[in-house]
C-alpha cells in the first residue's frame, strides 16, 4: 500500500506538483520524478556532494533530504543556472569558469561543484582560496586535485564582479546582509541533521586535506 503525498516545488523558476512517498529522497524525486538528471548520486550517504542543490537558497544534500521536506521551496538545479539573471541568457559564470580554467574531468562532481560555489558567491562575492575551499570541502572529485576547480569559482567571482560593475550592480542577488558566509562558519552545508553536514564536526578539517 502506497501513502503518497502531494508537494509542489518551484525548480529552477517553474512550480511542479508531484506525488511521493513519505520516504522518497528529494534526489530521487529531482531525477526521476522532475527528470532533471544533471544532479547526480554518488553515494546516497552524504559523503560526497554530487547531489547538492539549493533548497530556498541554501545548499544542501538531497540524499539526505526528504522530497516532503521541500515542500513549498524553491529549489535551484544545474538545469536552472542558465535562467539566473546574472547568466544573461548565456552559460553562468561559474559554468563558464569550469569550461575556461578546466575545472572538469569526468565531471560527475560538477553539478555539486557549481551549486557550492553559487552558494558561496551568493554570500560572499570575493572569496579567498580558503573560503573557497572550506565551502567546497563536502563536495568531493576524484579527478581534478581541487585546485582547478578553486581556479574556476575565482573566475566566476571576478566575472561577476564584472558584470555587475556594466550593468550598474543589478546582476549579483544581494545577500550581503547574511553574515553567515564571512563570520568563519561552515557555510558550505546544513542537512539538518546534527553531526552531520553542517555540524562542527563535518567542517573540522576545512578542507586542507586536500590539495
Ligand atoms: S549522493 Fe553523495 S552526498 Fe548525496
Ligand atoms: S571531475 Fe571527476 S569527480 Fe570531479
Known amino acids: ?4 503525498r502531494e508537494i509542489t516545488l ?10 511521493v512517498e513519505p520516504r522518497r529522497l528529494l ?3 529531482i531525477r526521476e520524478d522532475l527528470d532533471l538528471t544533471g544532479t547526480h548520486i554518488g553515494c546516497d550517504t552524504g ?7 539549493l533548497v530556498d537558497d541554501e545548499p544542501i544534500k538531497s540524499c539526505l533530504t526528504f522530497a516532503v521536506q521541500a515542500d513549498g521551496s524553491e529549489v535551484l538545479t544545474v538545469e536552472g543556472m542558465e535562467e539566473l ?12 569558469g569550469f569550461h575556461e580554467e578546466h575545472g572538469l574531468q569526468c565531471g560527475y562532481c560538477t553539478p ?7 552558494a558561496l558567491l551568493d554570500e560572499n562575492p570575493d572569496p579567498d582560496e580558503d573560503e573557497i575551499r572550506e565551502a567546497i ?5 576524484r579527478c581534478t586535485g581541487y585546485q582547478n576547480i578553486v581556479r574556476s569559482i575565482e573566475y566566476a567571482a571576478d566575472e561577476l564582479e564584472a558584470r555587475a560593475a556594466a550593468d550598474g550592480g543589478t546582476s549579483i542577488p544581494d545577500r550581503a546582509s547574511n553574515a553567515s558566509a564571512t563570520d568563519g562558519s ?15 564536526a563535518a567542517g573540522a578539517d576545512g578542507g586542507e586535506s586536500r590539495e
Not at 500500500?1 to 503518497?4: I, K, N, P, R, Y
Not at 570541502?137 to 572529485?141: E, Q, R, T, V
Open 186 to 200: 561552515d557555510a558550505a552545508f546544513d542537512c539538518g541533521l546534527e553531526n552531520c553536514c553542517g555540524g562542527p
Open 10 to 19: 518551484t525548480v529552477n523558476g517553474t512550480k511542479r506538483t508531484i506525488e
Open 137 to 141: 570541502s563536502g563536495n568531493l572529485c
Open 112 to 118: 555539486g561543484m557549481i551549486l557550492a560555489g553559487k
Open 47 to 53: 559523503n560526497c556532494g554530487a547531489c547538492t542543490v
Open 1 to 4: 500500500m502506497t501513502d503518497e
Open 85 to 96: 539573471p546574472e547568466s544573461a541568457g548565456d552559460l553562468h559564470p561559474l559554468q563558464e
Open 27 to 29: 534526489v530521487h524525486a
